[in-house]
């Protein structure tokens, strides 16, 4: 009979793929190796961790978990407009199940396969679960999409529907947790990076940011770093099918201060417009033009004849 897994079979076993494909050296030395950037390059570097019995339930499956790990941060890149290059892996567990460890390997690499983005190293204990990943990746020098970009005049732009994830936390709180295959679920445990989105936004958007914390919340810090105001236009918010037949102010609640929806927001400047709408079908997402940046310092809620609409929600803040 085996006996137990230890931290380097764990390794070796779960996680080394091999030699490695883009970086100089990876798994299995003191540092990971990176070749400089090709000329007129530079590194885009983000950081996330997902901590058991704060951001994981304890129903989740741990192949969701896998690709929930690399797919938030993989959604940083996306707002910078960035293409993946390769990430670490920090994982604390409070023990070395291979089951589980399968599991969670094989949802974490098939995102990173679909992405081309290489494991190149990281760090195991034992302790409270938590997985961390930081992520590297390129983006052409004056490419980048910036929080600080945005211009009064220009359009503010939302991918995808809103609100699904939160609904999803809001029924496992409240004692109704959703099945794993429902859409809302879906939405919480594997969302999407929009990678092709940042990429294809790099020439057309003028700012960028990850809707994470909630569309206000993440709004407010584009606002914040360009030093502009808005006004965001509800009946014009895509508020996931999920949301239907709730009541509208709990509607609006998910919608826009939820958190969890991994869909990027952007300004763009109105000749943008055709272009942008174009990149909807062609990248099959729904992009919604959701209102308007303005030379004020915050962000404005109306309805569809601009009458202002009462709203003290905001984004999720760990320490609030």
Same mark, same amino acid.
């Given at each position: 009979?085996?006996?137990? %897994? $230890?931290?380097?079979?764990?390794?070796?076993?779960?996680?080394?793929?091999?030699?490695?494909?883009?970086?100089?050296?990876?798994?299995?030395?003191?540092?990971?190796?990176?070749?400089?950037?090709?000329?007129?390059?530079? &590194? =885009?570097?983000?950081?996330?961790?997902?901590?058991?019995?704060?951001?994981?339930?304890?129903?989740?499956? *741990?192949?969701?978990? $896998?690709?929930?790990? %690399?797919?938030?941060?993989? /959604?940083?890149?996306?707002?910078?407009?960035?293409?993946?290059?390769?990430?670490?892996?920090?994982?604390?567990? *409070?023990?070395?199940?291979?089951?589980?460890?399968?599991?969670?390997?094989?949802?974490?690499?098939?995102?990173?396969?679909?992405?081309?983005?290489?494991?190149?190293?990281?760090?195991?204990?034992?302790?409270? %679960?938590?997985?961390?990943?930081?992520?590297?990746?390129?983006? *052409?020098?004056?490419?980048?999409?910036?929080?600080?970009?945005?211009?009064?005049?220009?359009?503010?732009?939302? /991918?995808?529907? &809103?609100?699904?994830?939160?609904?999803?936390?809001?029924?496992?709180?409240? $004692?109704?947790?959703?099945?794993?295959?429902?859409?809302?679920?879906?939405?919480?445990?594997?969302?999407?990076?929009?990678? =092709?989105? !940042?990429?294809?936004?790099?020439?057309?958007?003028?700012? =960028?940011?990850?809707?994470?914390? !909630?569309? =206000?919340?993440?709004?407010?810090?584009?606002?914040?770093?360009?030093?502009?105001?808005?006004?965001?236009?509800?009946?014009?918010?895509?508020?996931?099918?999920?949301?239907?037949?709730?009541?509208?102010?709990?509607?609006?609640?998910?919608?826009?201060?939820?958190?969890?929806?991994?869909? &990027?927001?952007?300004?763009?400047?109105?000749?943008?417009?055709?272009?942008?709408?174009?990149?909807?079908?062609?990248?099959?997402?729904?992009?919604?033009?959701?209102?308007?940046?303005?030379? !004020?310092?915050?962000?404005? %809620?109306?309805?569809?004849?601009?009458?202002?609409?009462?709203?003290?929600?905001?984004?999720?803040?760990?320490?609030?």
């Amino acid at each position: 009979m085996a006996g137990p %897994l $230890g931290e380097f079979q764990l390794i070796g076993r779960f996680f080394d793929r091999g030699p490695a494909r883009k970086a100089l050296l990876g798994i299995g030395d003191d540092c990971a190796l990176l070749g400089a950037p090709a000329c007129g390059e530079g &590194l =885009a570097i983000a950081t996330d961790m997902l901590v058991g019995g704060r951001h994981v339930f304890d129903d989740v499956e *741990p192949e969701a978990l $896998g690709h929930k790990g %690399l797919a938030v941060n993989l /959604s940083d890149l996306a707002a910078m407009g960035a293409r993946p290059l390769a990430f670490t892996l920090a994982l604390a567990l *409070p023990q070395a199940d291979e089951a589980w460890l399968r599991g969670f390997s094989r949802g974490m690499f098939a995102l990173a396969d679909r992405f081309d983005c290489e494991l190149i190293g990281g760090d195991t204990t034992r302790g409270p %679960l938590n997985v961390c990943i930081t992520v590297i990746g390129q983006v *052409p020098a004056g490419s980048a999409l910036r929080r600080d970009g945005a211009q009064p005049g220009d359009d503010l732009w939302v /991918s995808g529907e &809103l609100g699904a994830a939160a609904f999803a936390v809001a029924e496992r709180q409240a $004692g109704r947790p959703l099945p794993a295959d429902h859409p809302a679920r879906v939405r919480l445990d594997r969302p999407e990076p929009r990678v =092709a989105l !940042g990429l294809a936004l790099r020439h057309l958007a003028r700012a =960028a940011i990850d809707v994470s914390d !909630g569309l =206000a919340g993440d709004l407010g810090h584009l606002l914040e770093r360009s030093r502009v105001g808005a006004r965001l236009v509800w009946p014009a918010v895509p508020v996931a099918p999920a949301l239907r037949g709730l009541p509208g102010a709990r509607r609006m609640q998910l919608a826009l201060a939820g958190g969890d929806d991994y869909e &990027l927001l952007f300004a763009a400047a109105p000749e943008n417009r055709v272009a942008i709408e174009a990149l909807g079908p062609r990248l099959g997402l729904q992009l919604s033009r959701i209102g308007a940046f303005d030379a !004020g310092d915050s962000m404005r %809620l109306v309805d569809e004849r601009d009458r202002p609409i009462a709203f003290e929600g905001h984004g999720f803040d760990h320490f609030a």
